[in-house]
T-cell receptor
Framework: AQSVSQHNHHVILSEAASLELGCNYSYGGTVNLFWYVQYPGQHLQLLLKYFSGDPLVKGIKGFEAEFIKSKFSFNLRKPSVQWSDTAEYFCAVSQYSSASKIIFGSGTRLSIRP | GAVVSQHPSRVICKSGTSVKIECRSLDFQATTMFWYRQFPKQSLMLMAT?????????EQGVEKDKFLINHASLTLSTLTVTSAHPEDSSFYIC?????????????FGAGSRLTVL
């Protein structure tokens, strides 16, 4: 069974700082990878996804993630964070199938100091 | 875009009673819906996969007689927490995959917060 690890529980940054959130998964087969964001009081939204092709994926709001197959990683990055990026970020994985369930990591809370 | 609605958003019930939570896809049909449970400051735990017209598939450790799932139509799945106890208090979130979608992308509802007294 697949699983997802997010090693950073809570990250605190100042505005304009660069961000990298770690995500590692365990599954031997081909995977779909996701980053979801949950802003305070709101529901989960898809930030970006990787299905195949270019391992560097660009999402909304300036976020990007890189799939490194050899490291089983899918880290999320943003060169310059804003206060509005304060949220909970979840990495998720599913088997490469349109019918597969999606498993979530434990989440990383990002707090941005104005 | 695809929208998933959950109702009620908040519910408080007495211990021993049953509570039903509805999950509707508003502008698309969904052959598959997923039910998750989120504990405070923790991740989403997949409870079950709900398939239209067939029995739900439950994850290991989730009691199917405790958490009844019905997916009677392509736009509605319900989760009934039977004989609720305080430890069932949690945030329940449903998600749906549009019918015919070749991509494994889910749309999430806003969640339902259950408090059992």
């Amino acid at each position: 069974a697949q699983s997802v690890s997010q090693h950073n529980h809570h990250v605190i940054l100042s505005e304009a700082a660069s961000l990298e959130l770690g995500c590692n998964y365990s599954y031997g087969g081909t995977v779909n990878l996701f980053w979801y964001v949950q802003y305070p009081g709101q529901h989960l939204q898809l930030l970006l996804k990787y299905f195949s092709g270019d391992p560097l994926v660009k999402g909304i709001k300036g976020f990007e993630a890189e799939f490194i197959k050899s490291k089983f990683s899918f880290n999320l990055r943003k060169p310059s964070v804003q206060w509005s990026d304060t949220a909970e970020y979840f990495c998720a994985v599913s088997q490469y199938s349109s019918a597969s369930k999606i498993i979530f990591g434990s989440g990383t809370r990002l707090s941005i100091r104005p | 875009g695809a929208v998933v609605s959950q109702h009620p958003s908040r519910v408080i019930c007495k211990s021993g009673t049953s509570v039903k939570i509805e999950c509707r896809s508003l502008d698309f049909q969904a052959t598959t819906m997923f039910w998750y449970r989120q504990f405070p400051k923790q991740s989403l735990m997949l409870m079950a996969t709900s398939n239209e017209g067939s029995k739900a598939t439950y994850e290991q450790g989730v009691e199917k007689d405790k958490f009844l799932i019905n997916h009677a139509s392509l736009t509605l799945s319900t989760l009934t927490v039977t004989s609720a106890h305080p430890e069932d208090s949690s945030f329940y979130i449903c998600s749906a995959r549009p019918r015919g979608s070749g991509a494994n992308v889910l749309t999430f509802g806003a969640g339902s917060r259950l408090t059992v007294l």
